[in-house]
């Protein structure tokens, strides 16, 4: 019977450090694929904005201050800024609008607005509900530098149709853009290309901020509301 119950004992003993073994396994496989899919996903950001700020180079230049005609790209989730308070969270999370209107104000200025400044300029002035509101945003831009400005307006074809007029436009998006499926976000289309085509900005993709979109693609996006600045009279 003794040897009977040991043998018995050592037979469970050894299922459960095969049970332990098997699970060990299985937790090594599973983080490793979260690790995977974590190195990627970084990999495919970190991608998209080098090529982004490789695309925006020179941003200014230096020796005029005048306007030189390149658009910077910054991302919200930058670092630099994405932990700065902003609306319920940070910028990295709620800075949208914010960034875009940076982006243009740096543009147009051709002095650096990075989001973190400009987060402390307008601070919750630019929202509605805490929401990003680029009608606030347009004003601003209008009352600080007397810029021109378009108040709401709905429509791609007149979106774009101001574009084509030199004016940058802020576009809520819903649903698809390129690789990435938005429920509340906002971008900037900023310049009409040469050959008809369109650049964009979106402060949460580098590799949407750096390929041209055709006007149908552009028509094909579930845009919300509109609206628009421009600095120079052209």
Known sequence: MKCTSAARLRLAAALLLGIAVGFSAWIGIAAQHVQSDSISSVKTYERGYSDGVQDAQPIYDK???????????????????SSTAYSDENIGTYGC?????????????????????????????????????????????????????????????????????????????????????????????????????????????????????TREELEAVCFGSFNAIRGDAR
């Open 97 to 213: 609008g914010l960034t875009c209107a940076a982006m243009a104000l740096s543009y147009e200025r051709g002095a650096a607005v990075t989001p973190d400044a400009l987060a402390t300029i307008v601070g919750d002035t630019c929202l509605t509900d805490r929401v990003n509101d680029m009608a606030k945003f347009t004003q601003f831009a209008r009352d600080r530098y007397g810029y021109d400005r378009v108040d709401t307006f709905w429509g791609t074809d007149s979106a774009l149709d101001y574009v084509d007029d030199g004016w940058i436009v802020f576009a809520g998006v819903s649903g698809q853009l390129g690789d990435r499926e938005y429920g509340s976000h906002v971008v900037m289309i900023w310049r009409a290309n040469d050959d008809g085509t369109y650049a964009l900005r979106d402060p949460d993709d580098g590799a949407n901020s750096i390929k041209t979109w």
């Open 63 to 81: 020796s005029d201050s005048k306007k030189s005609g390149y658009m910077p790209l910054f991302l919200q989730k930058d670092p630099q800024w």
